[in-house]
């Protein structure tokens, strides 16, 4: 049975806005319509050339115009991921209803999470200091080298003044992010906190992802995203940002604002993996799961469904996989299962992205297909073909990275 209700309103935590910059559109009605419509995403990667990697595909942001949504003032300063991070702050404040006033500033702000931060402006700094010195260095460059640039662009953007933190955690940066920022909230040191996370494509990351062999095709065949498929041979790069608006929930009742969904419960955890690898051993993906909905306090036959992290590569979605199949053997009905990794792609900070998924999800009743996914390679619960149409009360977001670190959200239908 669910207990979390125990907990006083000033502590429970709503989501009351989304916003987001992806390869599915910018900004939610296109995301929306575009998520659960089943498409995809994924096509020839066209900002860059892949030059000598055997990938040719990507997820990229196309069509993303930043002039409606950012100043221009501002926006002569700004690299490309801290564009797609302001762009997707304002939108999920305007989402919510939030305007930030001199009385409200120093209570809203931001825990932003990104995996790499701007790869782009990185390499095009250190080509230009190790070819022709430090003199001939952009000094405008050197602010957009840092990780927490984006989070700092957004805030002078918007005017907030409270948290701003930036969380670096491989490939559950947003998802930690998330957690971080729920917490927060609980502790009563912020009013409204965007939460999430983004990460960009460019040549030299697309390069690096190659020679580590992580992307598709790494074991042959045709390339493409698979998530929990038998044919699956790596994973697609993406990108983009995904944030959402938190608040406790008499503060959003006080405001009178539209509400997604609750973040019951979030759990944290790891265990040995190497550096550059998925963990083999379910184990310490199934004990982070179990903690987070712990933290809700509900059990797992309360799960009506997973926003899986599986994204094509053999190695994480056979682990995710089976914790799943163990996770859930003893349950009656067991729980749908879908990844949007196979329409958006692997972009490490994905979290945010899926995030903003699931709250639409949690308040449409809508799941999306797991895009790419034919020939299923486990006995779950699969979405595939089309959206279903399903009441979700409780519904987990599982985040696994290499290095053997984990990160789930529960998502629950806030009952009016």
Known sequence: MNKHHALPDNQRVVVTGVGMATPLGTGRKEFSRRLFGGEGAIDVVQAFDTGRAASRLGAEVRGFEPRGLISVKNLRRMDRLSMLTTASARLALSDAGVSVTAENRDRVGILFGSAFGATDVTAQFED??????????????????????PAGHASIELGFRGVNVTVTHFAVSAETAVAYAVSEIRRGTADVLLAGGADILSKFYYEALSKFHGLSPDDGGAEGARPFDRRRNGYVAGEGCGLLCLESLSGARKRGANIYCEISGAGLGSSPAPPTAWPKDPEGFRRTFLRALGQARIDLSDASAVMAAANGSR??????????????????????????????????????????????????????????????????????????????????????????TYACLVFSRCEK
């Open 315 to 404: 190695a994480l979605d056979a682990v995710e996989a089976a914790a799943y199949e163990e996770l859930f053997a003893s349950c009656a009905d067991r729980p749908w299962v879908t990844s949007i990794k196979g329409a958006v792609g692997e972009s490490f900070s994905g979290g945010g992205i899926r995030a903003c998924a699931l709250a639409l999800s949690v308040e449409k009743g809508w799941l999306p297909p797991t895009v790419g996914l034919e020939q299923p390679a486990a006995p779950l619960n699969f979405v595939t073909g089309k959206k279903v149409e399903t009441h979700l009360r409780h519904t987990v977001l599982s985040g696994i990275s290499f290095g053997g």
């Open 128 to 149: 230009t200091l190790f070819a022709q010195g430090p003199g001939a260095v952009n000094p405008i460059l050197v602010p957009n080298t840092v990780m927490n640039a």
